[in-house]
């Protein structure tokens, strides 16, 4: 590939989000903040994000498919019951459940970790 066709690529990708963009400035102050569609694609989102952490605990690859599924499904408990008992943080969750599956790994010796 020569660098003109490389330019040519660079500007149409560019010319492509920028049109897109310029497109939702102009049609942005005629959209309520609160619609309904807007709630939909929340819940979207929020499932999206939740089956791909369900897919790679339930059914992981690479090392961590090593881990038997009780060492996965233990800390997960853990994140949840951080979470939500001690007031929604997010942060907290992440501890619990991280520290959970280190204890875990440590005890039960699992090898490579």
Same mark, same amino acid.
């Given at each position: $590939?020569?660098?003109?066709?490389? @330019?040519?690529?660079?500007?149409?990708?560019?010319?492509?989000? &920028?049109?897109?963009?310029?497109?939702?400035? $102009?049609?942005?102050?005629?959209?309520?903040?609160?619609?309904?569609?807007?709630?939909?694609?929340?819940?979207?989102? &929020?499932?999206?994000?939740?089956?791909?952490?369900?897919?790679?605990?339930?059914?992981?690859?690479?090392?961590?498919?090593?881990?038997?599924? @009780?060492?996965?499904?233990?800390? $997960?408990?853990?994140?949840?019951?951080?979470? &939500?008992?001690? =007031?929604?943080?997010? @942060?907290?969750?992440?501890?619990?459940?991280?520290?959970?599956?280190?204890?875990?790994? @440590?005890?039960? =010796?699992?090898?490579?970790?």
């Amino acid at each position: $590939m020569d660098e003109t066709s490389a @330019w040519i690529f660079f500007l149409s990708a560019v010319l492509a989000t &920028y049109v897109w963009r310029f497109a939702a400035v $102009m049609i942005s102050h005629r959209i309520e903040a609160n619609h309904p569609i807007f709630e939909w694609f929340t819940c979207l989102a &929020y499932g999206i994000i939740a089956a791909l952490v369900a897919r790679t605990l339930i059914l992981p690859s690479g090392l961590l498919a090593l881990v038997p599924l @009780w060492h996965r499904l233990i800390p $997960m408990a853990l994140a949840f019951l951080g979470f &939500y008992l001690l =007031g929604k943080r997010l @942060w907290v969750g992440i501890v619990f459940g991280e520290t959970g599956l280190i204890a875990l790994m @440590w005890f039960n =010796g699992i090898e490579g970790f």
